[in-house]
């Protein structure tokens, strides 16, 4: 009697845990469009010099941490084995050793130069990254970065972008580099996309820059990396690296003001009378709010709301809608508009190509 | 010796009415009864900790989930850390020390048993203050809750702008006022290692743990100033305007970092110097010879407590440092594996030509051997900055430090439970349970933490709520997560067994283990006096002497 009940707890119980893993696996909830081809961010697939330098030290300095896990792992599991008390133990105590200068001096000298090594060739990738020479060709783009998105801006031909990084391939004969200055609006970020460099922050009240010299054309994803506040996870970032004219084409485009035809009149007049206009810009028109992304050219770009959703017409008139539905926590409040009104400003938007 | 101590008769002592007991509890001063408290109420809160824990793994077992809201998250990963940091972790080592100092260098009581008590108070009073923002956080502004700030609070997160609501400021008053509490149990700690030695211990001849936590005291007394200062300067950014950190008027948000960090690397040496102490102290024991190279071993924590105030920026390698500042932090930081290498070698030493003896203490030692290896190797890597600007704020740096703390520091304070366990309660705990407390731990501890690693590679940040499918780290956040429940079992079995055997545990001798230093001399549990007699002793392991009169170890030191 007693037993069973136990039986039939230990299955309760069991049970209750296999429910609940399985209710957990499926509370998957919708996702919005995988974002198209993204890379992996594998941080040994390196495609630009900064990321390369990293990579030869860090495979340097894996090799020798794997040697001296090796040998001390041998030394202690040798130890263990060989000096494990055995069943026929006479009871006698071993002999005690106090110590021994010339071990102590060798287990001491022996890292220290391990150490210096590590240290020189550490000194040198530090420098040939920091410090390295900016090229006369080098593309200067500004990022900034906001809760919970990224704005980039190319001063020399002046266009303002969101989210979606363009920079030309660089070509090792003759490089093309595009270097980032990083600044934020509000809280600290930090700019990662493993596979071109490692990470550099955005501080507010603080000027920090890097450099990246993609050698081959592609996507590249990453994702802010200092903790911003709520939306933190969905503070995506994706590196399109574009052939020389491509990237030319592209920056000609982007420094157009808005091509506003006059089709979708009821849906700018329906953006340009809410408070839209007080937190997004569309150049060449009433709309120059700097609180949120640049709208320009918001239909060249493949996401909206820093790579939370593919741009799409359904995920555009959602995010009008009801940001918090795709990004929770997000700064763009829903702004209530009726459902024409909806329409409206969606078809309104979709014309900013 | 005072192996002869007056016995209380027991059974007295349990007819006293349940309210007079608890009134003594209250209102002790005997640092063996605040030791005990410290360790309770930090067991309580990792077991919190540790479902804050399980909250955020569970939401990240796969892409997308939405088993908690961004919000809520961010608050676990804050409280998670806070808690284990400055409620779990150092109030447990305060409360070893509190214990077993004492006994261990012969004295009757810690230097100053009032302050003791207040420290501890203080400390309690801390968690109760940063818990209470679950319902205080609110304010009247009714926004806030629990802080979700992260455990280090970058500013300007923490800028009236940024946390409205009381949120930030329960977090800060906590720390203050544990804060304060730290300082008072650390001069106490200085106090009576350096004045109430007993006679014949001379500096050379006290226990290592009582070296190792004079050093962890001193590290206490300089890093918790720092902090204490920017909690203030915080404070005063809110509630007087002050600019210190406050971005928008022109504060720094970099200067938060350094003080914070200026406190957050010797934190580290805090608690990873007692687990030291508790290794030095148990696997000789069950190897049955002295520690090897004793004065090495002390020097070699010294240096430590030196370099680890030389060290901070290293967290700080991706925020834009020049070129000069990154080498000498990479440098700084890699020559604390020095010392700390030395001491690996000297614990592998001491086993080297002994009688190693497989008790679940030396067998969480062992692990803490292991675990500490790699926590070491997995650092050098992190000190090469370059190398850091990938990892930083990866999973990898949070499998990292999770390998120092729960694989070397929280296996190395299992074992000095289970050491210690027979002396504290005068009953020993069951070695079935203590056995099958390990594996299970080991397993899941090596689950979560060593596939951890392994996201940060691939490019996943750390305090993510969620993250997309098709990155690659889908399964291995799915391994981490199946690792938590082997762990949390784990906890459950040395908790059952820590209350069974405190009731139903066979009655121990005052010295099971034949060990060597002072503690095992008086009864289990040691009277309130811990000592009739005041010892004197002759070298660094008295009861050998005592048991050894033909080999005494005075003639060789
Ligand atoms: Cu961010």
């Not at chain 1, 920056?251 to 329906?270: C, I, L």
């Not at chain 2, 304070?413 to 210690?420: D, E, M, T, V």
Request: charged content about 15%; hydrophobic content about 50%.
């Amino acid at each position: 009697m007693r037993r069973t009940r136990h039986r039939a707890l230990v299955q309760g119980i069991a049970g209750l845990f296999a429910v609940s893993l399985a209710f957990l696996l499926l509370a998957t909830s919708q996702c919005f469009g995988a974002p198209a081809n993204p890379s992996p961010t594998n941080i040994f697939r390196p495609s630009s010099t900064p990321a390369d330098e990293v990579f030869h030290i860090s495979i340097f300095v894996l090799i020798i941490a794997a040697l001296i896990f090796a040998v001390v792992f041998c030394l202690l599991v040798y130890s263990l084995v060989k000096f494990r008390r055995g069943p026929d133990d006479d009871g006698r105590e071993p002999p005690p050793v106090y110590g021994s200068n010339q071990v102590e001096l060798a287990w001491t000298v022996l890292p220290i130069l391990i150490v210096l090594v590590l240290f020189l060739a550490t000194a040198r990738v530090i420098h040939s990254v920091e410090d390295a020479a900016k090229p006369p060709a080098a593309v200067a783009v500004i990022a900034i970065g906001h809760q919970f998105w990224w704005e980039f801006r190319y001063p020399s031909v002046g266009i303002v972008t969101a989210n979606e990084l363009h920079v030309p391939v660089s070509d090792p004969a003759h490089p093309t580099p595009t270097y980032i200055e990083l600044r934020s609006a509000d809280t600290d970020h930090s700019f990662w996309i493993p596979r071109l460099a490692g990470k550099t922050d955005l501080i507010p009240n603080r000027t920090n820059s890097m450099w990246i010299d993609p050698h081959e054309v592609g996507i590249y994803v990453g994702q802010c990396a200092q903790y911003c506040g709520t939306q933190h996870a969905k503070m995506l970032l994706r590196v399109y690296v574009d052939t020389k004219e491509q990237f030319d084409r592209w920056a000609r485009e982007e420094a157009q003001p808005a091509r506003v035809g006059d089709t979708v009149n009821q849906g700018r007049r329906v953006f340009e009378t809410t408070a839209c206009i007080n937190c997004h810009a569309v150049s060449g028109t009433v709309a120059d709010g700097r609180f949120g992304p640049d709208l320009t050219h918001l239909m060249s770009r493949d996401t909206i709301a820093s790579g939370a959703a593919s741009n799409t017409h359904e995920n555009l008139r959602l995010w009008i809608h009801d940001p918090e539905a795709i990004k929770p926590g997000s700064l763009m409040p829903a702004m209530q508009l009726s459902d024409q009104d909806l329409d409206a400003v969606t078809a309104y938007l979709e014309t900013l190509r | 010796m005072s192996s002869d101590s007056i016995a209380l008769n027991p059974a007295l002592e349990s007819t006293r009415p349940i309210g007079d007991r608890l009134h003594d509890w209250v209102t002790t001063v005997d640092h063996k009864k605040l030791g005990i408290l410290y360790i309770l109420y930090a067991l309580v809160f990792l077991v919190i900790g540790g479902i804050e824990a399980t909250i955020m793994r569970i939401q990240l077992i796969v892409p997308h989930n939405h088993f908690v809201s961004p919000q809520v998250f961010n608050e676990m990963f804050t409280m998670h850390g806070t808690t284990m940091i400055f409620f779990v972790a150092m109030p447990i080592m305060f409360g070893f020390a509190n214990y077993l100092l004492p006994l261990m260098i012969g004295a009757r009581d810690m230097a100053f048993p009032r302050l003791n008590a207040w420290s501890f108070w203080l400390a309690a009073f801390g968690g109760l203050l940063l818990y209470f923002s679950f319902i205080g956080g609110n304010g009247l502004y009714g926004a806030g809750g629990a802080p979700d700030v992260g455990w280090f609070a970058y500013a300007p997160l923490t800028a009236r702008v940024f946390s409205i609501g009381h949120s930030t400021d329960f977090w800060t008053l906590g720390l203050l006022v544990s804060g304060i509490g730290s300082i008072g149990t650390a001069a106490n700690i200085a106090a009576t290692v350096l004045c109430l030695r007993c006679p014949g211990m001379t500096l050379g001849k006290m226990p290592l743990l009582a070296w190792m936590n004079l050093v962890m005291a001193a590290l206490v007394l300089l890093a918790i100033s720092p902090l204490t200062a920017a909690q203030i300067m915080l404070s005063l950014d809110r509630y007087l305007g002050a600019h210190f950190f406050d971005t928008q008027a022109g504060g720094s948000a970099v200067i938060w970092m350094h003080f914070f960090w200026i406190f957050g690397h010797p934190e580290v040496y805090v608690l990873v110097i007692p687990a030291f102490a508790f290794a030095s102290e148990i696997i000789p024991v069950f190897s049955r010879k002295p520690i090897f190279g004793y004065p090495v071993m002390v020097a070699a924590t010294v240096a430590i407590g030196f370099v680890s105030f030389t060290v901070w920026a290293h967290h700080m390698f991706t925020v834009g440092m020049s070129s000069y500042a990154n080498s000498f932090f990479t440098i700084s930081t890699m020559i604390v594996g020095v010392p700390t290498g030395i001491k690996i070698f000297n614990w592998i030493g001491t086993m080297w030509g002994g009688k190693i003896e497989f008790k679940t203490p030396m067998l969480f030692c062992i692990g803490f051997l292991f675990q500490f290896l790699i926590a070491g190797l997995t650092g050098i890597m992190l000190a090469v900055a370059p190398f850091d600007w990938q990892l930083g704020n990866s999973y990898f740096v949070v499998a990292h430090f999770h390998y120092v703390i729960v694989g070397a520091i929280l296996f190395a304070l299992f074992a000095a439970f289970y050491y210690w366990f027979p002396k504290m309660s005068g009953r020993m705990y069951n070695e079935r349970l203590g056995k099958w407390h390990f594996w299970l731990f080991l397993i899941g501890f090596h689950l979560t933490f060593d596939f951890m690693h392994i996201p940060g590679l691939l490019g996943m940040p750390r305090r993510i709520y969620t993250y997309e499918p098709g990155r690659g780290w889908d399964i291995w956040n799915l391994i981490i997560t199946v690792g938590v429940f082997f762990q949390a079992a784990g906890i459950l079995l040395f908790v059952c067994n820590l209350l069974w055997s405190r009731i139903k545990g066979p009655v121990c001798t005052s010295d099971p283990w034949d060990a060597w230093t002072l503690e095992w001399s008086t009864s289990s549990p040691p009277p309130e006096y811990n000592f009739a007699a005041i010892p004197v002793v002759r070298s660094r392991r008295p009861l050998w002497d005592i048991k050894h009169p033909e080999d005494p170890d005075w003639k060789y030191e």
